[in-house]
């Protein structure tokens, strides 16, 4: 596969919930559409990030990515391959070529289990398969490998997880991650709970293993400087939607969608003087509910440039620009 493909490729992905009423005769009341129709594709050793306000479905496609979520419409193809149409023990097989780091660094390990043994259990659940060749002794190399490759002494082995701290237990989980030697790492939301002095020591680690592994990465967050900071490229979600996506210099630079124009004017800058004087975008009113039905443009009601049109169209997803695109009346039809 060479760098201009894609090695990850998501089409028409929508994520739907049942609603159900009733105790004992329980019916069908709608879907709460977490996901509503996402596109997007991550060419091989790229790094995208999908940023929005929470409850926009940003974690959700990256369940679906990872198939620890069942997609209700559209595909993902991972290097070629249609996820979804794979059976039990083929999906097993290509399961090792992609890996989640998750958000919660102390939920997303077990309690009962030492750190050399949660970063080794991968390794030795796919060797007992026989999809991955190696012994014990290979295992134990590999893992203790591993630890020290992520900024965790051997010494903490036998440790348990409530022995670390915050940094140390996301350390344990992006070893983990890394132990089947994968190509694609989604990371969801992966410093958002820890300090902001802990926060730049991971971003730095996930960069350097991006590098010295030859990674690809799908970074979720909600923090637009960590997303910029660490991306090549940038999508935009609103409820559900991909709304806009561009290269991260060019989206600071020049958004083009009035919601990706309202998160960027709220990340503070560093120059007092700047801060004082650039206008804020207050958006008005709430998020619809994920669960009403929908007609026309997801955005329109909170939006200050909204036309009559929106509000009986949805429009797509097209590209304004080299790399650039937007779902957004203002620039045309699709």
Do not use: W
Request: proline letters at 5%.
């Amino acid at each position: 596969m060479s760098d201009d493909e894609n090695l990850l490729e998501v089409r028409g992905l929508k994520v739907h919930f049942p609603i159900h009423k009733g105790i004992i005769f329980r019916r069908k009341a709608g879907f709460v559409r977490a996901v509503d129709g996402v596109d997007f594709s991550v060419k091989k050793g790229e790094a995208l990030g999908l940023v929005g306000e929470s409850g926009c479905g940003k974690s959700t496609t990256a369940m679906a990515v990872a198939q620890l979520q069942a997609a209700t419409a559209g595909s993902i193809r991972f290097a070629g391959e249609d996820l979804g149409s794979l059976s039990p023990k083929d999906l097993r097989r290509a399961r090792r070529h992609f890996q989640i780091v998750f958000q919660d660094p102390y939920s997303s390990l077990d309690p009962r289990m030492r750190a050399f043994d949660i970063i080794a259990e991968p390794l030795r659940i796919y060797a007992r398969l026989g999809i991955v060749d190696a012994d014990e002794a290979e295992i134990e190399r590999r893992t203790l490998s591993l630890m020290e490759r992520c900024g965790l002494s051997t010494s903490f082995a036998r440790r348990y997880p409530h022995e670390f701290s915050g940094g140390q237990r996301q350390r344990i989980g992006i070893a983990r991650a890394l132990s089947l030697g994968p190509k694609l790492i989604i990371a969801d939301e992966p410093v958002s709970a820890l300090d902001v002095s802990i926060q730049s020591q991971i971003l730095n680690l996930l960069k350097d293993l991006r590098k010295d592994f030859d990674l690809t990465f799908l970074f979720i967050a909600h923090d637009l400087a960590v997303i910029e900071y660490f991306c090549d490229r940038i999508a935009v979600m609103y409820l559900g939607r991909v709304v806009e996506t561009a290269s991260a210099a060019e989206l600071n630079k020049n958004p083009m969608h009035p919601y990706t124009r309202a998160l960027l004017s709220a990340v503070p800058l560093p120059d007092p003087e700047k801060e004082r004087s650039r206008r804020r975008i207050l958006l008005k009113g709430d998020v619809p509910s994920p669960s009403a039905e929908r007609k026309g443009c997801p955005f329109r009601e909170r939006c200050p440039e909204a036309m009559e049109r929106c509000a009986f169209s949805a429009p797509n997803l097209r590209a304004v620009a080299e790399g650039h695109e937007v779902s957004c009346f203002l620039y045309g039809e699709a």
